[in-house]
């Protein structure tokens, strides 16, 4: 160990905070020590030592510094050259060059730190001329930064092949005049001086873009297709038709419509309600505002024809012609075209007549029911009993000892002119009733009875 140093023949070791203030050949500095005099050969600093004086050769590590003047040097770690190197340096690690240099090379993350370089520098890794003045020509790795002054050429070297020098560029796609975000790409280099682009498309069935008919759909390889927009009404007013009876009618128009998936679905507007839908023949198709409809027959279509006419005569029925059912049009019917039995025609013959005689009803002869032609009748060929024929008959009966017996009848007896009278016809005199305990019981020929004969 020296401390200092005023002249020492060959090597010399510095520590602590000695100093070198003569002449040696070789010498390493530690510590904080520092250099004031001249080395003839190499010196090597470290730690936090520096050099004020002359060095022919050396080496500064860690964060030592030059401030005196070196023919060549190496400057590692963080050291500094903030003094004069006259042939040639070379900046590793972090250092950096704050005074001037002949000529340098910076490595690493190295830089030229506002200092100067009178010659020619050589800047490789991601080394920076920040601030800093080169005085002849520059070459920049592709990586390297200049941020200085260079007074001669300045040569850019090729990245090297797979290098980033872009990373997350937008990738735009055009669709029908409108550009639209596809993911991004990165710039790589390929070693020859091109570049390739590496591209990271927007995922498969992602949305890239809409212009309010269509959504643009990722197909995750850098094209797309095209689906219309949810509710997109892709054709307007379609005429929608019906089948009835293996015929198609207008049944109103449907809008086709974009389901957003690819598929769509139609939206209809049918026939109002009530509208007639169409028409043949025999019905009216009329919508129900649902897409259906029903069926009513035509107004005057004859739904049944030459159904049996009656006429209540009396009570009874009787025939007295055909007619149809005819429809109205609104679903309901009406009876029509009426065929009467011709004027002056019976509708029956030899009808009974039943009419109250003497306050009885009794049968009173027959009549004929002739037909009018508009459905009514009138009488004819009237005929009564004969005079005297018995209309009505009833008992006449006595009560003998609690029995009742027949002694006679009460007859009404026509006139032969459409009347007639009551006659009582009496079990003639003397004519045995019956008997009763022995007793014998005569009608006295009046109605009544006599046991006196």
Do not use: C, K, W
Not at 137 to 151: C, L, P, R
Not at 375 to 388: K, M, N, V
């Amino acid at each position: 160990m020296s401390n200092n140093n005023s002249s020492i023949e060959g090597s010399g070791y510095f520590y602590d905070t000695s100093e070198n203030a003569g002449t040696v050949t070789t010498a390493e500095f530690h510590d904080s020590a520092t250099n004031t005099g001249s080395i003839t050969d190499n010196a090597v600093f470290n730690d936090s030592t520096a050099n004020h004086g002359d060095v022919a050769v050396a080496v500064f590590s860690g964060s030592s510094q030059n401030t005196g003047t070196v023919d060549n040097a190496v400057f590692l770690g963080s050291a500094v050259n903030a003094g004069i190197v006259s042939v040639s340096a070379t900046f590793q690690g972090s250092s950096q060059n704050t005074g001037t240099a002949a000529a340098a090379t910076f490595q690493d993350t190295a830089s030229n730190s506002g200092g100067t370089v009178t010659g020619n520098a050589v800047f490789e890794g991601t080394s920076t001329n920040s601030g800093g003045t080169v005085g002849g020509d520059a070459s920049f790795a592709f990586t390297a930064t200049n941020n200085g002054t260079v007074v001669g050429s300045v040569t850019v070297g090729n990245p090297a092949a797979g290098t980033v020098l872009s990373s997350g560029v937008v990738n735009t796609i055009n669709i029908n005049g409108s550009n639209y975000n596809n993911g991004t790409y990165d710039v790589v280099a390929d070693g020859n001086g091109g570049t390739n682009n590496v591209y990271t498309y927007v995922a498969n069935g992602t949305v890239i873009g809409t212009d309010g008919a269509y959504n643009y759909i990722s197909d995750g390889i850098g094209s797309y297709t095209s689906v219309y927009v949810s509710g997109y009404v892709i054709s307007y007013g379609v005429v929608n038709t019906i089948n009835i009876n293996g015929s198609n009618y207008n049944n109103g128009t449907y809008d086709v419509v974009a389901d957003g998936s690819g598929g769509t679905y139609n939206v209809y507007a049918y026939v109002a309600n009530g509208t007639s839908i169409a028409t043949d023949t025999t019905y009216n198709y009329i919508s129900d505002g649902n897409g259906s409809y029903t069926s009513l027959y035509v107004s005057g279509y004859v739904i049944s024809s030459g159904i049996a006419n009656t006429i209540i005569i009396n009570g009874l029925n009787y025939n007295n012609g055909t007619f149809d059912i005819i429809a109205d049009g609104n679903g309901g019917s009406y009876n029509g075209n009426y065929q009467y039995i011709a004027y002056n025609n019976p509708i029956a013959n030899d009808v009974p007549v039943y009419e109250t005689v003497e306050g009885v009803q009794v049968l009173n002869g027959t009549v004929d029911y002739i037909s009018d032609g508009n459905g009514s009748y009138s009488l004819s060929d009237r005929t009564y009993p004969g005079s005297g024929e018995t209309l009505y008959s009833t008992p006449i009966s006595v009560e003998i000892e609690g029995t009742t017996f027949t002694v006679g009848n009460r007859n009404l007896e026509a006139d032969g002119a459409g009347g007639g009278e009551l006659y009582n016809y009496y079990t003639p005199y003397g004519e045995l009733i019956t008997n009763i305990g022995g007793t014998d019981y005569y009608s006295d020929g009046a109605g009544g009875y006599t046991t006196n004969l």
